[in-house]
């Protein structure tokens, strides 16, 4: 049985750990943290501890992990998503993520090798979820990166804001605009659009909608896979759907 009273006892003691833990690393600063992009990122992980706490389902041993069930194949909506690889490749990798989020960086270069090793049979989608909770520039950051979708740029805006993910004010992000030769009067009039705000919006109904409580998250052909997953972790997924559909692993997969 579960004490209800011991679980909250202990929700508040592991909090006050996490609290005490983010002020000696205030305190230490740079003595334990060389630079600020570190500092931000263990900061960044400390909150997502602390909300995944605060989501923690009140009986935690009857109940299943949040998140949608890695066992279930989900249809994702991705009408109108910017994307990478063929139309029709045969495996349709899907991302939710946030522009200031450090582990969506990280795992960039991992997306990068898959399409390097599994070329046109993969497709990459992008799907907004700032985390606008905990970052207060993801949200605007999601509708700059969508005006310049609207001009056939994003996934240059896309790197741009990755290359410079502590450096995210309005300002600068229309000195990238600029860099990339968009056409700055619309993209002006487009970082205030409700319709383009509204593609942003309408990601996050749908992260929700499908269960995503973090970022990334990915879906390989309506297949849930969270998190910063290393080069086996997407190949494991991506091999079994082309082996189901009777398709040939190129040379390069990782077995």
Not at 56 to 82: F, I, Q
Not at 176 to 205: C, N, Q, R, W
Request: charged share 20%.
């Amino acid at each position: 049985m579960t004490n209800d009273k011991s679980d909250k006892t202990s929700e508040r003691v592991l909090l006050a750990i996490l609290i005490g833990i983010a002020v000696l690393i205030a305190i230490a600063g740079v003595n334990l943290y060389e630079t600020r992009q570190q500092r931000a990122e263990l900061n960044d992980h400390l909150m997502q501890l602390v909300t995944a706490i605060h989501s923690r389902p009140a009986n935690p041993a009857s109940a299943r992990l949040s998140g949608p069930d890695p066992d279930k194949v989900y249809t994702v909506n991705t009408e109108g998503a910017p994307f990478e690889g063929p139309k029709s490749a045969a495996i349709t990798i899907v991302e939710f993520s946030d522009f200031q989020c450090p582990y969506c960086a990280r795992v960039g270069p991992t997306v990068k090798q898959l399409q390097d090793v599994y070329k046109d049979n993969v497709k990459i989608v992008w799907k907004h979820y700032p985390l606008t909770s905990i970052h207060t520039n993801a949200m605007e950051a999601a509708v700059a990166a969508e005006a310049a979708h609207s001009q056939g740029k994003f996934w240059q805006f896309h790197d741009k804001l990755f290359a410079s993910r502590s450096k995210l004010s309005p300002d600068q992000m229309r000195q990238y605009a600029t860099e990339l030769g968009l056409d700055t009067a619309k993209f002006e009039a487009d970082l205030t659009s409700p319709e383009i705000k509204k593609h942003v919006t309408d990601d996050m109904s749908e992260a929700h909608r499908l269960g995503v409580t973090g970022t990334p998250s990915f879906f390989v052909n309506g297949r849930f896979l969270s998190g910063a997953q290393p080069l086996a972790g997407f190949a494991k997924v991506i091999n079994s759907e082309l082996q189901r559909l009777k398709l040939p692993l190129p040379p390069a997969a990782v077995q």
